[in-house]
């Protein structure tokens, strides 16, 4: 089936792409994937926002069809053009809360009903979060009823199910990991970052919002420097989100923060997007990745994480949701975030195993994985051809 598969099909995927958000990222890593499987895939992408300009990712700039969340179910009407001007044979919605309107999903799966095509949608949200949110999130899954789902963890999948989705028509793929970075001494990628080697230090990957809990562990960062651990540093390789303004205000508090604790000097934090080589960079000179999720219920999975495991050092995850689909490959910080930090430092051992099992999780969820999972799925769901 695959070998035909090959020969014949391409695909519509409607997703962010060369913008600075990690679905954007989870797609051209997809894109690039499902190429190298011997599926053609076709992007199509949301207008940018006041302001916004694509990223300088090396990959093509795919037409821009709509206004991405605010867009009007009449907008399907010209998506669906494209698309079938394109001879495409399945449409992928790669779907968050900011890329897409409930009213233009309607429309897009309906009319892809009428022209026999099927629907293939990865969900990138989840519920949970304000009553407005929510509501949207439902809207969003009764639109997609019809369509085949992919998610990245049981748990989101029984989600659905609880929705009324049929299960039959929920799937579950690993979220992609890239290949892991050739690895290099802690001391060496301190050096060049400025760094004293031999110091302690932490990092954090990720765009900066209130959920990401960073603002905790720098607070954690000043208690434990009082407290011993003195040449301890932490680098806030995070960015802010141009689509959401407590994203900006976020950097803010963060900003004051540091100044009011007087750690500003040791402290990383410019709220700037880095590229994937730069952050790897960043990633590698630190002891520990931490990744300090409150809740963690808005996102479906961690794109954040993937780029963690990549460096080769050892992540701590919060026992949010969001990190349930790895929680073998990362060690889990329970109780006061303080001595669980401190606790990090105090074993050797558990960075290395840790380190290791991540390795582990990221052959397993490599991309070429993924994309094959994906061809299999487009091959069950598109109609005979008569073949």
Known sequence: MLEAIRCIMRVALLTSYRQKCGVGTYAENLVEALAAAGIEPCVFAPKLGVGEVESDAPVPSPPRLWAANRAFGLEALGVMRAVRAAGCEVLHLNVNLALFSSRIVLNLVALAGLAGMPVVATLHGRDGGS??????????????????????????????????????????????????????????????????????????????????????????????RRQGLGDLFYWICGAVNPRDESSRAYLATLRAEIERLGIAEHVHLTGQFVSHEQAIAALQAADWIVLNYGTGTAQASSGAVSRAFASGRPVAVSEASVFDDVRSAAHTLKGPLEPAIAALFANDALGRHTAERAARHLEQAAWPRVAQAYAELYGRVVPSRGR
């Open 131 to 224: 009553f407005g949110r929510r509501f949207k999130v439902w809207r969003l899954y009764r639109a997609l009823r019809p369509a085949h789902v992919v998610v990245h963890n049981a748990s989101h999948a029984m989600e659905l199910g609880e929705f009324g989705h049929p299960m039959e028509r929920v799937h579950v793929i690993a979220h992609g990991m890239p290949a892991a970075a050739p690895p290099r001494a802690a001391n060496d990628a301190r050096r060049e970052l400025g760094l004293e080697p031999g110091r302690r230090v932490l990092a954090h990957f990720g765009f900066l919002v209130p959920d990401k809990g960073v603002l905790e562990v720098v607070r954690a960062v000043a208690a434990l």
